[in-house]
C-alpha cells in the first residue's frame, strides 16, 4: 500500500491537532521549585540539564526557581506560582498538607538508595567527638521544615536523649541550607552541625570538603528520600507525562545530584515523617 506526500501531510496534521488538543488544557509555561540546599547559583546550574530535558520532552518550556527558604517554596506552590517542586520529607508532608502537593517520583542515591541519613558533624581537631561534648557549645541546624536538618535530630534530641536543645547548646543558629551547615562547621563558625548526608557527600564530591575535615558524632536511621512532587489539581495528562519524563531522565543532573535514577513513590512512604512531625509537636507543648 503506497502512501502520497499529500496523504502523508495530512496525517501529519491529524497528529499535530490531536497533540494540541490533547494538551489544550496544559498551562503554556511550566515552573519548578528547589528548596535552598545549596547556593542559588549552584543550585541553577545544577539543574541546567533537567530543566532543559523537561522542556524538550514536555514540549512546554520549565523553568528552575530556588526558594530564599524551605517554607517559600510550599507558599509559592500553593499560591500557584510554582507547577511542581523538589522537597524534602518534611517539607513535602507540609507542601501536601497545606499547598497541594501530590508525589511524583524520589531519589534513588548512588551510595543510599530509596533513603538516606541526618548527621551530627563537628571539626576533626575541635576534640569534640561525641554528643556530650556538645554541652556548651554552638550548634547549626538548616531550617525549621528541613527533615535531616531539623526534624530528626530535633527528635531524637528530645525524645531519646531527654534533652532540650534551647538549652543543652550555648547558641543555636538556622544556616537556611546544608552547604552553609558544611560550611561553617568545616570554617569554624560553629561548633557543630546536622546536615544530609547525601549533601555532605555531594560536598566532597565537589571538592568542597574532605570527609577527613569532619567526625561524625551521629546518624539516624534511614530517611525516605527527597521528593518531586507537582500541584494535585495540574491536569492528568500532565502530570503523568512528567512522572515518565522523571522516571527516563538519565542527565547531568542526576551526577549533581549523586542519585541513579528517580523513582516512583507514593505518599504513604512519608507517614514515618508525619509521625516524627505529630511527636515534634507533642513534647513542644
Avoid: C
Avoid at 32 to 60: H, N, Q, R
Avoid at 138 to 158: H, N, W
Avoid at 270 to 276: F, K, P, W
Wanted: glycine share 6%; no cysteine.
Amino acid at each position: 500500500m503506497k502512501f502520497y506526500p499529500t496523504i502523508l501531510f495530512a496525517l501529519a496534521l491529524s497528529s499535530a491537532a490531536l497533540a494540541q488538543t490533547t494538551h489544550a488544557d496544559w498551562p503554556k509555561s511550566l515552573s519548578m521549585g528547589m528548596i535552598p540546599t545549596d547556593g542559588e547559583a549552584e543550585t541553577l546550574k545544577g539543574f541546567k540539564s533537567l530543566e532543559e530535558y523537561l522542556s524538550k520532552k514536555l514540549g512546554v518550556p520549565v523553568t528552575m526557581k530556588v526558594g530564599k527558604d524551605y517554607a517559600s517554596v510550599t507558599s509559592d506552590m500553593g499560591k500557584g506560582d510554582l507547577n511542581f517542586a523538589y522537597f524534602g520529607p518534611a517539607s513535602y508532608i507540609s507542601a501536601a498538607a497545606t499547598a497541594g502537593a501530590e508525589t511524583l517520583v524520589k531519589e534513588n542515591a548512588v551510595t543510599s538508595g530509596t533513603g538516606y541519613n541526618s548527621l551530627i558533624v563537628s571539626k576533626v581537631g575541635s576534640k569534640l567527638e561525641t554528643l556530650a561534648d556538645l554541652k556548651g557549645k554552638s550548634f547549626a541546624l538548616v531550617d525549621t521544615k528541613s527533615t535531616s536538618g531539623y526534624l530528626v535530630p530535633m527528635v531524637y534530641f528530645m525524645q531519646k536523649l531527654k534533652i532540650k536543645p534551647e538549652s543543652y547548646f550555648r547558641s543555636i543558629t538556622f544556616s537556611e541550607s546544608h552547604d552553609n551547615s558544611i560550611q561553617a562547621v568545616f570554617r569554624g563558625r560553629v561548633d557543630a552541625a546536622a546536615v544530609s548526608s547525601l549533601e555532605l557527600q555531594k560536598s566532597i564530591a565537589q571538592g568542597q570538603v574532605k570527609q577527613a575535615d569532619f567526625n561524625i558524632l551521629w546518624r539516624s536511621d534511614p530517611i525516605p528520600s527527597a521528593t518531586i512532587a507537582v500541584h494535585k489539581l495540574l491536569p492528568t495528562s500532565l502530570k503523568t507525562a512528567l512522572k515518565e519524563a522523571l522516571l527516563e531522565y538519565r542527565g547531568e543532573t542526576l551526577k549533581y545530584l549523586k542519585l541513579v535514577n528517580f523513582v516512583t513513590s507514593q505518599d504513604s512512604d512519608y507517614d514515618g515523617v508525619r509521625e516524627l512531625e505529630t511527636f515534634r509537636k507533642q513534647l513542644q507543648k
